[in-house]
């Protein structure tokens, strides 16, 4: 191979608990994935099959400070259950899709909510509006048995905005791989976030975030001015 003409770029990666660190391939997003969000934001949990979208794997940050983004005024906070994956594949089975998981962790899908409604109505792609720098916040990653049920929250400066319970998912987790794998081959290093409750709502620079899923490690970010 000829030699890089650039530095390559880092290597993005999650914080595990009990120590070592989830580099990031890919990172997949599903779209109201709960019944109540999706009828609030227009849709039909009953006949809508799932889709998809992506943020770039740098998106992905654990820290404790998070700045605004440029260019929005309505930036939002969606809570989500993420699964981390060992291993992928095309195609996969719903019943062996589980087996591919490293564990998971709680997330944010922070969205500029203004630009997703410009898009929205022109018809254009999501990008602006989901893959910016910093748009998805994670907590560290729990290896092992991925929850299926338990309580998922999200407060802002300690007022609860989001609370609901992953049995609430229209498509499980395992659907959700398998249905993910008819689209892209899927590897180890990839994170999938899998929906969020009703609630989403508007949050300024000076807030504090903090959201919890079931027993995972809770996450925890305020969102600092540029």
Same mark, same amino acid.
């Given at each position: &191979?000829?030699?890089?003409?650039?530095?390559?770029?880092?290597?993005?990666?999650?914080?595990?608990?009990?120590?070592?660190?989830?580099?990031?391939? $890919?990172?997949?997003? *599903?779209?109201?994935?709960?019944?109540?969000?999706?009828? /609030? &934001?227009?849709?039909? +949990?009953?006949? /809508?099959?799932?889709?998809?979208?992506?943020?770039?794997?740098?998106?992905?940050?654990?820290?404790?400070?998070?700045?605004?983004?440029?260019?929005?005024? %309505?930036?939002?906070? /969606?809570?989500?259950?993420?699964?981390?994956?060992?291993?992928?594949?095309?195609?996969?089975? *719903?019943?062996?899709? &589980?087996?591919?998981?490293?564990?998971?962790?709680?997330?944010?899908?922070?969205?500029?909510? %203004?630009?997703?409604?410009?898009?929205?109505?022109?018809?254009?792609?999501?990008?602006?509006?989901?893959?910016?720098?910093?748009?998805?916040?994670?907590? +560290?990653?729990?290896?092992? !048995?991925?929850?299926?049920?338990?309580?998922?929250?999200?407060?802002?400066?300690?007022?609860?905005?989001?609370?609901?319970?992953?049995?609430? &998912?229209?498509?499980?987790?395992? /659907?959700?791989?398998?249905?993910?794998? $008819?689209?892209? $081959?899927?590897? !180890?290093?990839?994170?999938?976030?899998?929906?969020?409750?009703?609630?989403?709502?508007?949050?300024?620079?000076?807030?504090?975030?903090?959201?919890?899923?079931?027993?995972?490690?809770?996450?925890?970010?305020?969102?600092?001015?540029?």
């Amino acid at each position: &191979m000829s030699r890089y003409v650039i530095d390559p770029p880092p290597v993005v990666a999650i914080p595990v608990e009990g120590g070592g660190a989830f580099p990031v391939r $890919r990172i997949y997003c *599903v779209g109201r994935n709960y019944a109540d969000h999706a009828r /609030e &934001m227009g849709g039909d +949990p009953d006949r /809508e099959a799932p889709f998809f979208f992506s943020k770039p794997r740098d998106a992905a940050v654990c820290a404790d400070e998070i700045p605004y983004p440029p260019a929005t005024r %309505d930036l939002h906070h /969606e809570v989500e259950l993420v699964l981390a994956l060992k291993s992928g594949g095309a195609d996969i089975p *719903v019943e062996q899709a &589980m087996a591919h998981v490293y564990g998971a962790a709680v997330g944010v899908d922070l969205t500029r909510r %203004d630009l997703q409604a410009q898009a929205k109505k022109a018809g254009r792609p999501w990008t602006t509006a989901k893959g910016f720098d910093g748009s998805a916040p994670m907590g +560290p990653i729990r290896p092992g !048995a991925v929850p299926e049920r338990g309580e998922v929250t999200l407060s802002v400066d300690g007022e609860t905005r989001q609370a609901g319970d992953l049995d609430q &998912m229209v498509w499980r987790s395992g /659907e959700i791989i398998a249905h993910l794998s $008819r689209l892209f $081959r899927l590897e !180890a290093g990839d994170l999938v976030f899998t929906g969020t409750p009703a609630g989403v709502g508007a949050v300024e620079a000076g807030q504090k975030i903090e959201a919890r899923i079931a027993d995972l490690p809770p996450l925890a970010f305020t969102l600092s001015a540029r």
